[in-house]
């Protein structure tokens, strides 16, 4: 099949590299040139495993190119996805602007059949009806347009495998000629293909996304409880986990969740809900919860360090989550605000090893990046674990004690031997945990 992507950021290209992949002939499109030319001489603009290599395979095939803008590949294409961003304001508006400047790009197919544009962005519900509408009214009446929710459910750090090996695939259509050739595309993928209707398909997308934030808010607060209590919430989470009916997955405690999908997502759900009437009060409820764990680690680190005048902290990791070098939202950034209103003299280090220049763009003045972290963690009074990357985890104990002034760890994601580490002279905090013995 001829297909078009619109969009080359991490679920654009994953769409594109993966359906070359499969054998058909893609061209992918970004408004932003830089991006392009970075993107076709191999250079990625987002750091995720295996998909550079993908794209190439595409490339040296012939059956994957990239452009800026319209194009005749684009006249061509069977199926346009569009994948562009669309990002959320603070209080939970997705903005389109992206979706409608891409949209309006697209002309009739150069054959005279119908239209087929396939939204892969997160929307709002009812966002595939305006789409519609809105190219139906630019193009000519004897052309038919047919727009259908394919909702991405890909996760940063694993956007290849979820491409080949998706957790379900969702295709909200209109009409059957739609609904079959988006099931022609998919069906070479072993998995579960849910047909719905276009509505459905957007909202489980944002449902999907509120109840993973709803889980992760739950054993933030359960953690919290468990310190009060002096019980141990990783024992806890485990006996949760055991339970078929609960399952063992998102229920870790430490700094929350970020990244570019949850907390828009689950924003943007709050707003919808209370603009149609049917408050989501649980999810509402998450994106508080999820606030305050910056405050809540900050006052961790002001016990540990009770005294002191010198603050020198090390964060150990910035992305939001192992496996990727996104900053988007990431907890690292409002901890880093957090720490700084508390304490303004405090002296700020990070080292996370997917360091690039991007991510050093994005962190505010005055927190020092390393390339290592030996370097990160040379001279400082605490360490915080905020992304449980191997290389942190890996840190000895014999280290943290001859690079840190003070061995003392703060584990924001209960990814450390706590007991180990403590029995060999330094001293580890997780979240949720007994004190050690
Ligand atoms: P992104 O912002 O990294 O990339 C979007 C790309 O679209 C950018 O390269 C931008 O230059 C390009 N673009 C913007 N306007 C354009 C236009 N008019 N024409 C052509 N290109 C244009 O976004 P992303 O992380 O790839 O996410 C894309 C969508 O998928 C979003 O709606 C997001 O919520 C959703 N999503 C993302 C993830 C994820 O893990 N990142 C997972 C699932 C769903």
């Excluded at 495993?49 to 794209?55: C, H, I, T, Y």
């Excluded at 319209?70 to 992206?98: M, R």
């Excluded at 360490?383 to 280290?399: C, G, H, M, Q, Y």
């Amino acid at each position: 099949m001829k297909i078009a992507v619109v969009g080359a950021g991490i679920v654009g290209l994953t769409t594109a590299a993966g359906f070359a992949d499969l054998g058909h002939q893609v061209y992918c499109s970004d408004s932003d040139g830089d991006k392009i030319e970075r993107i076709s001489s191999g250079r990625l603009p987002c750091w995720e495993p295996g998909l550079a290599e993908l794209a190439k395979r595409g490339q040296d095939a012939g059956r994957l190119a990239f452009g800026v803008g319209a194009s005749p590949a684009i006249g061509e294409a069977e199926v346009v996805f569009l994948a562009v961003g669309t990002p959320a304001t603070d209080d939970g508006e997705i903005l389109l602007a992206q979706l409608w400047e891409a949209a309006d790009l697209l002309g009739p197919r150069t054959d005279g059949a119908r239209r087929l544009i396939a939204v892969k962005s997160t929307v709002p519900v009812g966002t595939a009806e305006r789409l519609e509408a809105r190219i139906r009214a630019r193009l000519p009446a004897e052309y038919g347009v047919d727009v259908v929710s394919v909702p991405e459910f890909l996760r940063e750090g694993f956007a290849v495998r979820d491409f080949f090996e998706p957790s379900r695939v969702v295709i909200g259509s209109a009409t059957h000629e739609a609904a079959e050739i988006m099931d022609r595309l998919y069906r070479r993928l072993s998995t579960t293909v849910v047909h719905t209707d276009r509505r459905s398909a957007e909202l489980a997308k944002l449902a999907s996304n509120a109840a993973l934030a709803i889980k992760i808010s739950y054993a933030n607060e359960m953690a919290a409880l468990s310190e009060q209590t002096g019980a141990d919430y990783p024992d806890i989470a485990h006996i949760l986990g055991l339970d078929p009916r609960i399952g063992p997955h998102f229920l870790g405690a430490g700094l929350g969740f970020g990244g570019s999908c949850l907390p828009k997502d689950a924003r943007a759900l709050v707003r919808l809900a209370s603009e149609a009437g049917a408050p989501q009060t649980v999810a509402s409820a998450a994106i508080r919860a999820n606030a305050v764990l910056p405050q809540r680690m900050a006052r961790k680190l002001e016990a540990a360090l009770s005294g002191l005048s010198r603050r020198r902290v090390t964060l150990l990791g910035l992305a939001f989550k192992p496996g990727t070098a996104d900053l988007r939202e990431a907890p690292s950034l409002r901890l880093i605000a957090e720490l700084k209103k508390r304490y303004p003299g405090i002296g700020l280090a990070a080292y996370d090893p997917a360091v690039d220049v991007a991510m050093k763009r994005q962190l505010p003045a005055g927190v020092g990046l390393y390339g290592s972290a030996e370097e990160a963690l040379r001279g400082a009074d605490a360490a915080i674990v905020v992304t449980e990357w191997p290389e942190i985890r890996k840190i000895s104990p014999e280290d943290y004690k001859s690079w840190m002034s003070r061995p003392i760890i703060l584990d924001g994601r209960n990814c450390l031997d706590a007991h180990a580490l403590n029995a060999q002279g330094v001293v580890c905090i997780g979240v949720g945990r007994l004190p050690a013995a």
